[in-house]
């Protein structure tokens, strides 16, 4: 039997995929009773998962309940650089903390996407992406810190969907993930915390096409 704690993280992956794939459009109104009966649940657990999604910044209040967020360039620069922010505290601490076998899963990570970069492979590379911040975050040995970032990555992959249109190239990111596994294994902390930052700051300057510095609201 599927225990509760289970059921409403299951639940808040189902409506998070929806969000993150546009199943669920930007701006359109979330019906918990709605969800409920296409995910074949009872109410409690979406409504726990939706107040977990409105925490992290997928969902919004609307009219009389609660809509998916509609992505801005304000919006995409808050969570692109708070991600910036949390990310950098966990390379950091992963220089510091983390063990011979976390490094060499964060460079395994590193290097499989690289491997899916080369062939085009955006679904791989996708996945490995997320899976390499992630093995960071756990190396950090921090369980606040590991959350702030997963909830991060939630957000700003919703945020980024033009990603997964074949639209960027990805093999920058994917050598930029080799050197920040390279200089956690070396023990580096400064140098993981700033690579890890000018990772995520690019790549939020590529989504809203505009030239390093200052993003306008």
């Given at each position: 039997m599927?225990?509760?704690?289970?059921?409403?993280?299951?639940v808040?992956?189902?409506?998070?995929?929806?969000i993150?794939?546009?199943?669920l459009?930007?701006?359109?109104?979330?019906s918990?009773?709605?969800?409920?009966?296409?995910?074949?649940?009872?109410?409690?657990?979406?409504?726990e998962a939706?107040?977990?999604?409105?925490?992290?910044?997928?969902?919004?209040?609307?009219?009389?309940?609660?809509?998916?967020?509609?992505?801005?360039?304000?919006?995409?620069?808050?969570?692109?650089?708070?991600?910036?922010?949390?990310?950098?505290?966990?390379g950091?601490?992963?220089?510091?903390?983390?063990?011979?076998?976390?490094?060499?899963?964060?460079?395994e990570?590193?290097?499989?996407?690289q491997?899916?970069?080369?062939?085009?492979?955006?679904?791989?590379?996708?996945?490995?992406?997320?899976?390499?911040h992630?093995?960071?975050?756990?190396?950090?040995?921090?369980?606040?810190?590991?959350?702030?970032?997963?909830?991060?990555?939630?957000?700003?992959?919703?945020?980024?969907?033009?990603?997964?249109?074949?639209?960027?190239?990805f093999?920058?990111?994917a050598?930029?993930?080799?050197?920040?596994?390279?200089?956690?294994?070396?023990?580096?902390?400064?140098?993981?915390?700033?690579?890890?930052?000018?990772?995520?700051?690019?790549?939020?300057?590529?989504m809203?096409?505009?030239?390093?510095?200052?993003v306008p609201?």
């Amino acid at each position: 039997m599927t225990r509760p704690d289970n059921l409403t993280a299951l639940v808040f992956a189902a409506i998070r995929d929806k969000i993150v794939d546009s199943s669920l459009p930007p701006g359109s109104s979330v019906s918990e009773a709605s969800l409920a009966a296409q995910l074949q649940v009872s109410k409690t657990p979406v409504r726990e998962a939706l107040l977990r999604l409105r925490h992290i910044g997928l969902v919004e209040p609307g009219g009389r309940g609660l809509r998916v967020v509609q992505p801005s360039i304000t919006g995409i620069r808050d969570a692109f650089e708070f991600r910036a922010g949390v990310e950098a505290m966990s390379g950091r601490h992963a220089a510091n903390r983390s063990t011979p076998d976390q490094q060499e899963r964060i460079l395994e990570l590193a290097t499989l996407s690289q491997e899916a970069a080369e062939r085009h492979d955006d679904v791989a590379f996708l996945r490995c992406d997320q899976e390499f911040h992630l093995a960071i975050a756990d190396a950090a040995r921090n369980g606040v810190l590991r959350e702030a970032v997963e909830n991060a990555i939630i957000l700003t992959r919703a945020l980024r969907r033009r990603d997964v249109t074949g639209l960027r190239d990805f093999l920058p990111d994917a050598r930029e993930h080799v050197g920040i596994a390279e200089v956690i294994r070396a023990g580096s902390p400064d140098l993981a915390a700033g690579r890890l930052a000018d990772h995520i700051h690019r790549i939020m300057l590529e989504m809203l096409d505009i030239d390093p510095g200052p993003v306008p609201s």
